[in-house]
């Protein structure tokens, strides 16, 4: 038998092994690029969302949202923003404070993805500030992904784990559902969990 031919029974399982550890695990594919964009927005949007009110008829839900609702790297990102923007000055790591809370079910101007987006970027009455011009609408998105995730409606393998810092509440993968009251449930275009 010539040794040209002959397998070395090692070498045949290290590349079996090799070959198993390269196909055996499936990553989130993460995407450093900026997510699909749209034209930038002239002047504020206008929403038929009222304080309070049930919405009859809500809009649809916007595409690119979709894109962050369930993207752990977009909702760890959002998170350093949450403190680079200094929002636990007014919401305190999500618990409210001068700020509503965003740990609850209660969202006066809507819970989707979308119009937290909205929310962010055109500022509320009585104290939220607008953000347009301050920040970029990929970083817009990104909070508005770590914010949902705040509340628990985001699905467990997306949501990052317990930082290194302290925190006054659970990480968002021990964060149970509380979807928003009054109409304004999650995008049906959106998985769960």
Same mark, same amino acid.
């Given at each position: 038998?010539?040794?040209?031919?002959?397998?070395?029974?090692?070498?045949?399982?290290?590349?079996?092994?090799?070959?198993?550890?390269?196909?055996?695990?499936?990553?989130?594919?993460?995407?450093?690029?900026?997510?699909?964009?749209?034209?930038?927005?002239?002047?504020?949007? %206008?929403?038929?969302?009222?304080? $309070?009110? /049930?919405?009859? *008829?809500?809009?649809?839900? +916007?595409?690119?949202?979709?894109?962050?609702?369930?993207?752990?790297?977009?909702?760890?990102?959002?998170?350093?923003?949450?403190?680079?923007?200094?929002?636990?000055?007014?919401?305190?790591?999500?618990?409210?404070?001068?700020?509503?809370?965003?740990?609850?079910?209660?969202?006066?101007?809507?819970?989707?993805?979308?119009?937290?987006?909205?929310?962010? %970027?055109?500022?509320?009455?009585? $104290?939220? /500030?607008?953000? *347009?011009?301050?920040?970029? +609408?990929?970083?817009?998105?990104?909070?508005?992904?770590?914010?949902?995730?705040?509340?628990?409606?985001?699905?467990?393998?997306?949501?990052?784990?317990?930082?290194?810092?302290?925190?006054?509440?659970?990480?968002?993968?021990?964060?149970?559902?509380?979807?928003?009251?009054?109409?304004?449930?999650?995008?049906?275009?959106?998985?769960?969990?």
């Amino acid at each position: 038998m010539s040794s040209r031919f002959r397998t070395d029974p090692l070498l045949i399982a290290v590349l079996a092994a090799g070959l198993l550890l390269a196909v055996g695990c499936e990553r989130e594919r993460r995407e450093y690029q900026a997510a699909p964009t749209r034209a930038p927005l002239p002047s504020p949007r %206008l929403s038929t969302l009222k304080p $309070g009110e /049930p919405d009859a *008829r809500p809009d649809p839900v +916007d595409p690119v949202g979709v894109h962050y609702t369930n993207n752990a790297y977009a909702i760890s990102q959002g998170g350093r923003l949450y403190r680079w923007f200094n929002c636990n000055g007014c919401h305190a790591m999500g618990g409210g404070g001068m700020g509503p809370a965003l740990m609850d079910d209660e969202w006066r101007y809507g819970g989707r993805i979308d119009q937290i987006h909205a929310t962010i %970027l055109e500022g509320r009455p009585n $104290g939220m /500030p607008s953000w *347009r011009g301050k920040m970029t +609408d990929q970083q817009a998105w990104q909070l508005s992904a770590y914010v949902l995730s705040l509340s628990g409606n985001i699905r467990k393998d997306a949501a990052p784990s317990r930082p290194d810092a302290l925190l006054g509440a659970p990480p968002p993968t021990q964060t149970s559902r509380r979807p928003p009251k009054g109409g304004n449930e999650p995008a049906a275009g959106v998985p769960g969990p």
